[in-house]
């Protein structure tokens, strides 16, 4: 039978659609030909194009998760006092544009009417962003939008106001191997105990040998317990890292007491002003308290206050650390130094475990 390919349904395509086709006119209309920007206050950007077009930005938080009403809240002010265009930033804040100064100040009294905060530009700690957590994921040890939640309660001010030396971006993991964790200061996960083995589930749910391959110590051997096949961890060896729990669930390792919270400093992706850094680890063991992780709270404010009071001004948090070394940043900020720290002595590569060696 001939096919009529006229007829033929079009392919539907996973993955974002064109964002060209959601962008405000005036910034269509000026696309790649920008020629000053400012800030004028915070939470707000404006743009200026070399046709003599203008845009403003405003910039409100939200809580990430959204409900529909909230959604639909956040919409119709857009429709009412923005210019019907919204966009989602990549840590959940939500801005809108607007092609007349005169729509600014509306814009953020009715935001700030309805409860959103502005701000989150400039030199102001950006709204901390997390992985998902409870909802989405299936192996979190915490819940990380709840960790952010009660951060940003005490940080609001921070996310309001540009006071920092430059600008600060917090980060939260919800569990120890996969998304999130690299930012100025992150807060992750950390598992102390080796998972506890259901050994009953074990041949009926894993696959053993990707479960083995999966360790990054060599730490799992398979193993028949009762006469049925399983699994055992050399605990010794163990570094509680959690990679083998997503593949074989009966291999828990979320504990409430034995799951804490780590904070790690000084992570920077960009380039502009010093080379990319990797974060490390300066407080660990931090209790995974909710619903408020006061503990956890208490040490990244800690942290925020030093770097402002002692930090030259456009430095990031690295570039502080850099500049006045670790021994000086642990001085300054009180947190107790332990040989776990910090590791970057020559000969590091056989304690940490962050390759593919294998320590046997
Ligand atoms: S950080 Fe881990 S637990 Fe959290 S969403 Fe990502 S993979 Fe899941
Ligand atoms: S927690 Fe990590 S180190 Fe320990 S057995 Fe599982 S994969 Fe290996």
Redesign the pocket.
């Given at each position: 039978m001939a096919i009529n390919l006229s007829e033929m349904r079009r392919p539907i395509e996973s993955g974002c659609p064109d964002g060209m086709q959601y962008m405000h006119p005036v910034v269509i209309r000026n696309f790649g030909q920008w020629k000053w920007h400012v800030h004028p206050r915070p939470g707000v950007l404006h743009h200026q194009a070399k046709s003599g077009d203008g845009i403003w930005t405003v910039k409100a938080g939200t809580q990430r998760i959204l409900d529909v009403h909230t959604l639909r809240k956040l919409c119709d002010i857009g429709d009412q006092y923005a210019d019907g265009h919204v966009r989602f930033t990549i840590r959940s804040n939500i801005e809108y544009m607007v092609d007349d100064e005169n729509k600014v100040a509306p814009l953020i009294t009715a935001l700030e009417d309805a409860g959103f905060v502005v701000g989150g530009t400039g030199n102001s700690v950006a709204f901390i962003s997390h992985?998902?957590?409870w909802l989405?994921?299936?192996?979190?040890?915490t819940d990380?939008s709840g960790v952010v939640k009660a951060m940003m309660d005490e940080l609001i001010d921070e996310f309001k106001n540009c006071n920092m030396p430059n600008r600060v971006h917090i980060t939260t993991?919800?569990?120890?191997?996969?998304?999130?964790?690299q930012g100025d200061i992150a807060i992750?996960?950390q598992h102390t105990k080796p998972p506890k083995i259901n050994h009953d589930l074990v041949a009926n749910v894993c696959e053993r040998p990707s479960v083995v391959a999966r360790c990054p110590v060599a730490a799992i051997r398979p193993a028949l317990v009762n006469g049925k096949p399983s699994l055992e961890v050399d605990e010794k060896k163990c570094i509680c890292c959690g990679a083998c729990y997503?593949p074989c669930p009966p291999m828990q390792i979320n504990d409430p007491e034995h799951s804490k919270l780590a904070i790690w400093v000084g992570g920077n992706h960009s380039n502009a002003r010093s080379k990319p850094s990797f974060q490390k680890l300066v407080a660990g063991g931090v209790p995974n308290n909710p619903p408020r992780w006061p503990e956890a709270t208490a040490i990244v404010k800690n942290i925020l206050k030093v770097y402002q009071s002692d930090a030259r001004d456009w430095e990031r948090v690295n570039d502080w650390i850099d500049r006045i070394g670790w021994p000086r940043f642990f001085e300054l900020t009180g947190l107790p130094f332990t040989k776990y720290h910090i590791d970057h002595w020559r000969g590091s590569r056989k304690s940490l475990n962050s390759s593919t060696y294998i320590r046997m």
């Amino acid at each position: 039978m001939a096919i009529n390919l006229s007829e033929m349904r079009r392919p539907i395509e996973s993955g974002c659609p064109d964002g060209m086709q959601y962008m405000h006119p005036v910034v269509i209309r000026n696309f790649g030909q920008w020629k000053w920007h400012v800030h004028p206050r915070p939470g707000v950007l404006h743009h200026q194009a070399k046709s003599g077009d203008g845009i403003w930005t405003v910039k409100a938080g939200t809580q990430r998760i959204l409900d529909v009403h909230t959604l639909r809240k956040l919409c119709d002010i857009g429709d009412q006092y923005a210019d019907g265009h919204v966009r989602f930033t990549i840590r959940s804040n939500i801005e809108y544009m607007v092609d007349d100064e005169n729509k600014v100040a509306p814009l953020i009294t009715a935001l700030e009417d309805a409860g959103f905060v502005v701000g989150g530009t400039g030199n102001s700690v950006a709204f901390i962003s997390h992985t998902q957590g409870w909802l989405h994921c299936d192996i979190p040890g915490t819940d990380a939008s709840g960790v952010v939640k009660a951060m940003m309660d005490e940080l609001i001010d921070e996310f309001k106001n540009c006071n920092m030396p430059n600008r600060v971006h917090i980060t939260t993991s919800c569990c120890q191997i996969n998304c999130g964790g690299q930012g100025d200061i992150a807060i992750n996960v950390q598992h102390t105990k080796p998972p506890k083995i259901n050994h009953d589930l074990v041949a009926n749910v894993c696959e053993r040998p990707s479960v083995v391959a999966r360790c990054p110590v060599a730490a799992i051997r398979p193993a028949l317990v009762n006469g049925k096949p399983s699994l055992e961890v050399d605990e010794k060896k163990c570094i509680c890292c959690g990679a083998c729990y997503p593949p074989c669930p009966p291999m828990q390792i979320n504990d409430p007491e034995h799951s804490k919270l780590a904070i790690w400093v000084g992570g920077n992706h960009s380039n502009a002003r010093s080379k990319p850094s990797f974060q490390k680890l300066v407080a660990g063991g931090v209790p995974n308290n909710p619903p408020r992780w006061p503990e956890a709270t208490a040490i990244v404010k800690n942290i925020l206050k030093v770097y402002q009071s002692d930090a030259r001004d456009w430095e990031r948090v690295n570039d502080w650390i850099d500049r006045i070394g670790w021994p000086r940043f642990f001085e300054l900020t009180g947190l107790p130094f332990t040989k776990y720290h910090i590791d970057h002595w020559r000969g590091s590569r056989k304690s940490l475990n962050s390759s593919t060696y294998i320590r046997m």
